[in-house]
């Protein structure tokens, strides 16, 4: 599974295709990481909880 | 891996539009005409590979793991306008490309404007007619303009760093059209760039990963390090990725005049590496305000705040040679940073 942000999805989708992985479990959070407050990037990641147990437990789509 | 399947396109010979509308309408190019790659054209081109194997495989070029045989490279070559004594050079660069300290996986998808400068060293610049003199990085020559700019559709084509999708660049950079100027061979004091670097053979490559040109400004000093210190306050700013990250490579690229006065006051290459590595400094408790992350070589991160840095960990990742003709303007090439420049020689 990979963790990458909104704005990179495309490239991180071709990345993975591109190594034999076109099914990656992939989970997107907010952008940018640089330069926001941590407080909301904690948030991010509170909220990306329930999406992250699910790409890593459920059936592949 | 992925291996292109050739397939052929009927155009109607009476629209050069219609041509140019199939190149966008399948998202082939740099946004400028290309020239098409017919069967006779790319038969042409391969001719300067004599006899070898057009299918051989020279390279796989990541993000997209695309493969480059002589064939697919000889299809950018035309498109780009390339002729064919300038395929040996391409089919080189390519390969370069290729080696894993040049990380091209990371060159093509990261957000930074690298664009990888292709230099062309020895017999090879003189054969093919590439400029290594007035206005050496372009405009205005066939050679290093449609080399570089074949470069740049192998890796948009092949590589896949398409904006976007494989190329992540926040603003891109002119660099990204065409990078490829010839090195100034009579005119380095020092001898060809290549050699000092291990490579013998009459002709070579040098790929360098990194900014397009920051120019270096020096009318009128007649002391080395009076130019020197120009170098050294282009090379010492914040926003290069070399302050954060100290495995980067910068090269020099001097005029012939500033070359010379160097040379005439007993300077060698390294003469001149070590001392733009003591003057191209920064502070560094100023250094670690700048950048939280720091990709730093171990022994940097033991200094004190009250120390000074330089902006690349040793002497030796500073390359220096000679391009350009009269007139007294240097420049410089930051590095993207994750990456080695490579030197290669030219083979068909």
């Known amino acids: ?61 | 891996m992925s291996l292109d399947t050739p397939q052929i396109f009927k155009i109607p010979d009476s629209s050069e539009r219609e041509l140019q509308d199939l190149f966008l309408e399948k998202g082939w190019g740099d946004g400028l005409p290309m020239v098409a790659p017919t069967r006779d054209r790319v038969e042409e081109m391969l001719s300067a590979s004599k006899d070898l194997d057009p299918d051989e495989v020279i390279a796989s070029l990541p993000p997209r793991d695309g493969i480059a045989t002589r064939r697919i490279i000889a299809v950018n070559a035309v498109m780009a306008g390339c002729k064919p004594e300038h395929f040996p050079v391409l089919v080189s660069a390519i390969r370069a490309l290729s080696a894993p300290e040049i990380n091209l996986r990371g060159v093509n998808a990261t957000t930074h404007c690298v664009a990888p400068l292709l230099i062309v060293h020895g017999k090879a610049a003189r054969d093919g007619d590439y400029n290594s003199g007035l206005g050496a990085f372009g405009p205005g020559n066939l050679a290093n303009a449609t080399t570089g700019r074949a470069v740049r559709l192998i890796l948009h084509h092949v590589a896949g760093a398409t904006p976007g999708t494989g190329d992540a660049s926040t603003q891109g950079s002119p660099a990204k059209y065409s990078y490829c100027v010839a090195e100034n061979l009579d005119s380095s004091p020092w001898g060809g760039y290549a050699r000092s670097v291990g490579i013998n053979d009459e002709s070579a490559v040098t790929i360098h990963c990194g900014e397009a040109p920051h120019n270096v400004h020096d009318m009128e000093s007649s002391e080395p390090s009076a130019i020197l210190d120009k170098v050294a306050s282009t090379m010492t700013s914040w926003g290069q990725n070399n302050a954060p990250i100290s495995q980067g490579e910068y090269f020099i690229a001097l005029c012939p005049e500033h070359a010379s006065t160097c040379s005439s006051h007993g300077w060698s290459r390294s003469d001149i590496a070590s001392y733009l590595f003591n003057k191209a400094t920064v502070n560094v408790g100023e250094a670690r305000k700048a950048f939280e992350l720091r990709a730093w070589a171990p022994w940097q991160h033991a200094l004190e705040d009250t120390d000074t840095i330089s902006m690349t960990e040793k002497p030796e990742n500073i390359k220096i040679f000679v391009t350009g003709g009269a007139g007294k303007h240097s420049c410089i090439i930051p590095s993207w940073g994750m990456t080695k420049s490579v030197t290669v020689p030219i083979l068909p």
Do not use: Y
Request: aromatic share 4%.
């Open chain 1, 1 to 61: 599974m990979v963790i990458t942000t909104e704005s990179f999805r495309k490239l991180t989708e071709q990345v993975a295709a591109s190594l034999g992985h076109a099914d990656l479990r992939i989970l997107s959070v907010g952008h940018p990481l640089g330069g926001t407050s941590e407080e909301i990037v904690r948030q991010w990641a509170d909220d990306a909880v329930e999406e992250t147990i699910n790409l890593l437990t459920g059936e592949r789509i």
